[in-house]
């Protein structure tokens, strides 16, 4: 069975600085899926970014980006230019490479909560 | 489009009482997936439908079901309400095998059992 772990339970940092969190899974699989997901005050879960495991390429959305290290299991998200509305926890999820008839099962890490200092 | 619509948004039952939830997809999904989520536990799988089918059932007792309709709306039940049931459950929906890959969340229900 897959596992997500979120060593960091709390983090924080000021505004406009950078922060990474980090997070590490383990399978066996060759081919799956992995992402970062937001969850703020008002409890909706929003997609951050994902990843691809057969992309060697690191993914990026404007702020945030990750390193992918698929040797090491690693799944870190680097924001940068932390902004007050980035407050949040903050889940790390794997999932299985969709073949025929499976499934879409998340893997959730145990977050890490991340304030935002003015 | 509309995201994922949850109702209600809040419950209170009482232990021994069952409940059941709703989950509207995002228009054109036909895959629905369901956690729990709880501060000691953390976000827990609990099943998955496609095309009104299960796909996936997590490891929880019978007393949590659920079904899929065949306009891709999703209900969950609990039967005989425990005080441990108390949680946000969230629901996620997919395009599946299209965008990317990615599940989209609802804004979940809190349940809270007295």
């Known amino acids: 069975a897959q596992t997500v772990t979120q060593s960091q339970p709390e983090m924080s940092v000021q505004e406009a600085e950078t922060v990474t969190l980090s997070c590490t899974y383990d399978?066996?699989?060759?081919?799956?899926?992995l992402f970062w997901y937001k969850q703020p005050p008002s409890r909706q879960m929003i997609l951050v970014i994902r990843?691809?495991?057969?992309?060697?390429q690191n993914a990026t959305e404007n702020r945030f980006s990750v390193n992918f290290q698929k040797a090491a299991k690693s799944f870190s998200l680097k924001i940068s230019d932390s902004q007050l509305g980035d407050a949040a926890m903050y889940f790390c999820a794997y999932r299985s490479y969709l073949t025929q008839g499976g499934s879409e099962k998340l893997v959730f890490g145990k977050g890490t909560k991340l304030t935002v200092n003015p | 489009k509309a995201g994922v619509t949850q109702t209600p948004r809040y419950l209170i039952k009482t232990r021994g009482q069952q409940v059941t939830l709703s989950c509207s997809p995002i228009s054109g999904h036909r895959s629905v997936s369901w956690y729990q989520q709880t501060p000691g536990q953390g976000l827990q799988f609990l099943f998955e439908y496609f095309s009104e089918t299960q796909r996936n059932k997590g490891n929880f007792p019978g007393r949590f079901s659920g079904r899929q309709f065949s306009n891709s709306r999703s209900e969950m039940n609990v039967s005989t309400l425990e005080l441990g049931d108390s949680a946000l459950y969230l629901c996620a929906s997919s395009n599946r095998g299209r965008e990317k890959e990615t599940q989209y969340f609802g804004p979940g229900t809190r349940l809270l059992v007295l």
């Open positions: 990843q691809e495991a057969y992309k060697q």
């Open positions: 399978t066996s699989e060759s081919d799956y899926y």
